[in-house]
């Protein structure tokens, strides 16, 4: 064992390592520096860090950026009663960035503050390194982060610096990047920016990239900017976003291009302000490339009034389309927006009309149930399944299910053995009647059985017949 691994392992000798959660794991305490811990984690082939002091600090004086140097996971413990918080304290004031990622990175459950007490101002929190990198990032890395807050980065804590949550570097490769339950506050710049595609030679810096149920407040450009690049017989990214929140920002908040078959819905934007950095406030969105498709999107209080230009404020080009039919400008009713509540008030006009039929904007603001009203008069009166029809079916079948109110949904199909078959539904569904098509065509005849699961506590199940 060399000096320096024997040096940490007696440092973290108090860190738990077992397999029993994770293949295997650390908890940490905020009381070390967290340097240390992620030396420990690669050096030993740990793949998980369990950060487990509830609102503890978690920083380093180290004159380097934490790295990313082979696959991890960092994740909040369970239970805890605050997020712990993650910064970066160099002496040098000369480090950037908190983290720069080589390979596969998870975090799940953290605070991100790029202006701590302990920091002298981060201009990023995750930065995506690239190949021509010292060591090189893995081409096809996997991103995902979960369930965080990203808030106050300016550079040096100067407000008229550039600050970003999550910033891919020249030449990244990357498989899938997930970024789902997380706000960006206070921001000098781009909370995500994956542009540099357009820049430098590359065919594709994502597979796919998902941005779903984030609330962004504050931020002086935009929410996400990301570029495809110019060729356009070479294979885009999968771009999903939908379910975001944006307040008080640029006007300028979503601008997708030369990206073919991006898809955008479930928008709030609320409240923009005039300066915006780089004078981007032109449009709120804009999507570009053949088979994007912006829909369901409320805007309000804009700077550029765009309830009265929602053809050119809220737009999809380049063979994109836009379903204008759906671009509204509701007051969204939040309950305290300057105080960072943006709670849908009971009766906002914004439940019940997102794509799925639910409310539209981040669902953690959603907390009231949709009322039976006016607007909504076929609301069920309860939770229910029916029987699929046809049944007996070859090889495809309808089924139907009623919420009664906004909730969680798992519909399943498990064969006579109990062994998993297909998911037909993993996902948040509004109040009211919901239809399913199931196509066996590659399954053989048998008797099937399809389970209903809501919120974890509703569940029912039926059986039925596929003969060929």
């Given amino acids: 064992m060399s000096i320096t691994k024997l040096i940490l392992v007696l440092i973290l000798g108090v860190f738990l390592i077992t ?66 918080i993650i910064t970066h304290s160099d002496d040098s004031l000369s480090v950037l960035e908190i983290f720069r990622i080589y390979d596969d990175f998870t975090v799940v459950g953290v605070i991100f503050d790029g202006g701590h007490a302990q920091s002298h101002g981060m201009k990023y929190a995750l930065r995506v390194t690239g190949t021509d990198d010292t060591p090189p990032s893995k081409v096809g890395l996997n991103v995902t982060v979960k369930d965080c807050d990203f808030r106050d980065f300016f550079e040096d804590k100067d407000p008229t610096k550039d600050g970003h949550g999550l910033y891919f570097l020249i030449n990244a490769v990357a498989g ?51 570029y495809a690049d110019l060729d356009t017989s070479t294979k885009d990214a999968y771009v999903l976003l939908e379910h975001i929140t944006v307040y008080g920002s640029a006007p300028e908040t979503f601008y997708i291009k030369n990206n073919a078959g991006t898809q955008l819905r479930d928008v709030i934007i609320s409240d923009s302000r005039p300066d915006g950095r780089g004078d981007r406030s032109d449009w709120a969105i804009e999507i570009q490339g053949v088979g994007s498709h912006v829909s369901h999107v409320d805007t309000f209080n804009m700077y550029f009034n765009p309830i009265s230009q929602a053809a050119t404020k809220v737009r999809s080009t380049k063979g994109g389309t836009v379903d204008t039919t759906t671009v509204w400008g509701f007051d969204p009713q939040f309950v305290d927006p300057l105080n960072g509540d943006f709670t849908l008030a009971q009766g906002s006009p914004l439940y019940g ?116």
Wanted: hydrophobic share 40%; charged share 20%.
């Fill in 176 to 226: 899938t990047v997930r970024v789902e339950d997380c706000s960006f506050e206070n921001f000098g710049y781009e909370s995500i920016r994956i542009s540099e595609t357009e820049k430098f030679v590359i065919e594709k810096v994502v597979d796919t990239l998902i941005v779903r149920n984030c609330t962004f407040n504050n931020i002086d450009n935009e929410a996400v900017r990301f």
């Fill in 353 to 468: 009309i997102a794509y799925s039929g639910d409310a539209l904007g981040d669902l953690r603001w959603a907390q009231f149930p949709l009322a039976i009203d006016e607007r909504n008069p076929a609301i069920p009166a309860r939770f229910s399944l029916q029987q699929n029809y046809p049944n007996p079916f070859n090889p495809s079948t309808t089924i139907k299910y009623s919420l009664s109110k906004l909730g969680y949904v798992k519909l399943k199909v498990y064969d006579i053995t109990g062994a998993h078959i297909a998911s037909l539904v993993n996902a948040v569904r509004g109040a009211g009647e919901h239809t399913v098509n199931w196509s066996a065509q590659n399954i053989s005849s048998g008797i099937y059985f399809y389970h209903l699961e809501v919120d974890g506590n509703l569940s029912e199940t039926r059986k039925m017949m596929l003969l060929k």
């Fill in 19 to 84: 397999g029993s959660a994770y293949a295997s794991h650390i908890d940490v305490e905020d009381q070390f520096d967290f340097k240390l811990a992620l030396d420990f984690a690669f050096l030993n082939n740990i793949d998980t860090l369990v950060l487990t002091t509830s609102g503890g600090l978690y920083t380093t004086t180290d004159t380097n950026y934490f790295q990313i140097l082979e696959p991890l996971t960092i994740v909040a413990a369970p239970g805890l009663a605050e997020k712990p």
